[in-house]
């Protein structure tokens, strides 16, 4: 092990955390359609990335759960816990977002089905390792826009303030745990053939079903095929955010040998938002 894994595993082990139940005081119906400075295109991206969470979230509890007794470290036994409660509640907030979406005519909790038939279907026939590699993607995936979230102006102003600060939430919570599947991973046996396989999978269904889903939705808002639509995908992708810039390096990181996600270390984002907000009950 390098000094650098080492370094990353250390801080890992050493982020304490809980679960968070938030009052945003605001109820959803008060959002306006277009919530992500009335462009469509960002707020049906928002919203159809929501709308994967639920299931999502759900997949890598019943992962880590079927690794869970592999897990010999007291420090991970308890990281485990509140990273299943973490995942919990961001389940419950983004399904109360999926049934407002129900009613602007979006097929939001449909779509929620969908993927809850494919998480099922995954418990049912992919091993129980294989369900904690795809995990750790789609964990590196969320740390990575969750950075963004809480770093990159350009991605947040626009929102909603209500709305933004529920994803600010979001993304404290993803940093804080994002060391925790890997580690789980890793301490299953996991390889990291196995490791980037997924990756390199996962890079291309996520984005394919998240396309599709929001597309779905924009069509439905007659969108899809307006001019504006498209440029405003080009600019927040290469432009402003310039999302995929932004992300790329640290996306390709994920398929070196020695990657750890705490070698991206941004404790201070953690201990700054905390210091902010009292508005939490710890659970």
């Given at each position: 092990m390098t000094d650098k894994q080492a370094t990353a595993r250390n801080v890992s082990a050493g982020i304490e955390f809980h679960g968070r139940k938030m009052d945003f005081g605001f109820e959803f119906e008060d959002l306006p359609r277009y919530w992500y400075g009335n462009d469509a295109f960002k707020s049906t991206l928002m919203n159809a990335l929501s709308c994967l969470f639920l299931e999502g979230e759900r997949l890598f509890i019943d992962a880590v759960r079927d690794n869970e007794h592999l897990v010999k470290d007291e420090r991970l036994q308890k990281q485990v816990k509140n990273f299943i409660k973490q995942e919990a509640i961001h389940g419950h907030e983004h399904h109360m977002l999926s049934e407002y979406l129900d009613t602007l005519g979006y097929p939001a909790t449909k779509v929620e089905a969908q993927e809850r038939a494919v998480r099922l279907f995954l418990k049912k026939h992919v091993p129980a390792k294989d369900r904690l590699a795809i995990t750790c993607a789609v964990e590196h995936f969320t740390a990575m826009l969750a950075h963004q979230m809480l770093t990159n102006n350009e991605l947040t102003d626009e929102m909603d303030p209500r709305i933004r600060e529920m994803w600010k939430w979001h993304a404290i919570e993803e940093t804080e745990h994002k060391g925790v599947c890997f580690d789980v991973y890793e301490a299953a046996g996991g390889g990291y053939w196995k490791r980037v396989f997924h990756m390199a999978t996962?890079?291309?269904?996520?984005?394919?079903?998240?396309?599709?889903?929001?597309?779905?939705?924009?069509?439905?808002?007659?969108?899809?095929?307006?001019?504006?639509?498209?440029?405003?995908?080009?600019?927040?992708?290469?432009?402003?955010?310039a999302l995929i810039p932004t992300i790329w390096k640290e996306y390709k990181d994920y398929y070196r040998r020695d990657f750890h996600p705490w070698e991206h270390d941004n404790r201070e984002l953690l201990e700054g938002w905390e210091a902010e907000h009292d508005n939490y009950k710890a659970v």
């Open positions: 996962i890079t291309m269904t996520f984005v394919m079903r998240l396309s599709t889903v929001q597309a779905y939705f924009l069509w439905k808002d007659k969108q899809l095929f307006k001019w504006s639509t498209w440029k405003s995908a080009f600019r927040f992708y290469w432009k402003t955010p």
